[in-house]
């Protein structure tokens, strides 16, 4: 013998399924402007609607469903905006990393060739422009290390500046 009430049931919800899947479609697919995503929302708002099955009834089974499918577009348009938050948010701090990457692999390449031709430059001038370039001494400091007058220091660096600027641009 079969039991009455779960073949209600399983006519009942057949029916409602029949009738509503249409309108449930149309509303979904406007409300996420033809998404591809809609056909699984409105499966996952009859699975929703399965599972009140013992509270549901002929009269309240179309606002317990458009609840349903109301809360299901709003939980999908939340995560689908935070994720495109968060990958605006990585794509632009990529953007910023690479940019600050790649400064930092052409001030490192610069630096090199700075050196390698400072490397080239005449004992005296090398030695004045080392000091005051990379040691970051001052003109009257190198002076008084090398034992020769500030206006030499100073002849001394600004060939060795010449030099490196006439080379640097070259290599810009």
Do not use: W
């Amino acid at each position: 013998m079969r039991d009455t009430s779960a073949h209600i049931t399983v006519q009942f919800l057949t029916e409602t399924y029949t009738t509503y899947r249409p309108l449930v479609f149309r509303y979904i697919y406007r409300k996420l402007n033809g998404c591809m995503e809609t056909e699984d929302l409105v499966q996952d708002a009859f699975l929703r609607l399965l599972e009140y099955r013992s509270m549901l009834r002929p009269e309240t089974v179309r606002s317990f469903l458009y609840t349903i499918v109301r809360n299901l577009v709003t939980d999908y348009l939340r995560c689908h905006y935070r994720k495109q938050e968060v990958m605006t948010s990585m794509q632009e701090g990529l953007s910023v990393s690479v940019a600050e990457v790649e400064s930092q692999v052409v001030a490192d390449d610069l630096a090199l060739h700075e050196k390698r031709r400072v490397g080239q430059l005449p004992p005296k001038p090398r030695k004045v422009y080392r000091m005051i370039r990379f040691e970051e001494k001052t003109l009257s400091e190198v002076a008084e290390e090398l034992n020769i007058p500030k206006r030499t220091v100073e002849g001394h660096l600004l060939a060795g500046r010449r030099l490196v600027r006439e080379y640097m641009k070259k290599c810009i």
